[in-house]
């Protein structure tokens, strides 16, 4: 049963095009996170919601946007998608926030050309 | 500021072989800090943790780490790798009172026969 989901798993697209990335978890924790790791494997945090309240807001380009309708599901919008957006996308989850494990998703792969 | 450095990108050894991947950190406050692993094409998994208490830290997969605040240091160690060992490994660390996880650029494992 899986516990972090993501969708898509690739998500190849044209500049300048609006996209979306979806997560769920099925665990039931409070806190969701997006991650972006660039193809030198470096990750950095871009976005955390607590019970659907944003939280942590990176410096992300405000073409990035972060959607909780609840407090399973965290989307990710890209709004005129640029070449230095490829990258994977991974989801998180923690069950709060301090401490606690984050459960990550199995990551998009996004590819813009 | 926090900050992770993992001195060593890529770490080659032969299976059966002890291993250590260093990790430093930076941070001005007390912080929480993480080992998680990455097998190719997957999410991050959660190796081990310290929070507080013995410094000496035990995870799955018969990895350890030992928390040195002398030296800001939180090393990963395990005494006999296999070949299914062979995955990125990355050190993060969280301040207490934030959420924000801050990763290391990760150290490459490469167990050969």
């Known amino acids: 049963d899986t516990a972090v989901s993501q969708t898509p798993k690739y998500l190849v697209t044209q500049m300048g095009n609006d996209k979306s990335i979806k997560c769920e978890q099925n665990l039931g924790h409070d806190t969701m996170y997006w991650y972006k790791q660039d193809s030198k494997k470096f990750l950095k945090i871009m976005f955390s919601y607590n019970n659907k309240e944003l939280i942590i807001n990176e410096t992300v380009p405000n073409r990035f946007s972060p959607k909780s309708p609840d407090k399973a599901h965290l989307n990710l919008h890209i709004n005129s998608l640029e070449l230095g957006d490829s990258a994977v996308y991974f989801c998180?989850?923690?069950?709060?926030?301090?401490?606690?494990?984050?459960?990550f998703g199995p990551g998009t792969r996004l590819t813009v050309t | 500021a926090q900050s992770v450095t993992q001195l060593d990108s890529q770490v080659p050894v032969f299976e059966e072989a002890p291993v250590e991947l260093r990790c430093n950190y930076s941070?001005?406050?007390?912080?929480?800090l993480f080992w998680y692993v990455q097998y190719p094409n997957q999410g991050l998994q959660l190796l081990l943790k310290?929070?507080?208490?013995?410094?000496l830290v035990k995870g799955i997969n018969g990895f350890e780490a030992e928390f040195n605040k002398s030296q800001t240091s939180f090393h990963l160690r395990k005494p006999s790798v296999h070949i299914s060992d062979t995955a990125e490994y990355f050190c993060a660390n969280m301040n207490t009172g934030f959420q924000k996880l801050v990763f290391g650029t990760g150290t490459r494992l490469l167990v050969s026969p």
């Open positions: 310290y929070l507080s208490g013995s410094t």
């Open positions: 998180a989850s923690s069950l709060r926030g301090q401490g606690d494990e984050q459960y």
């Open positions: 941070s001005s406050v007390s912080v929480y």
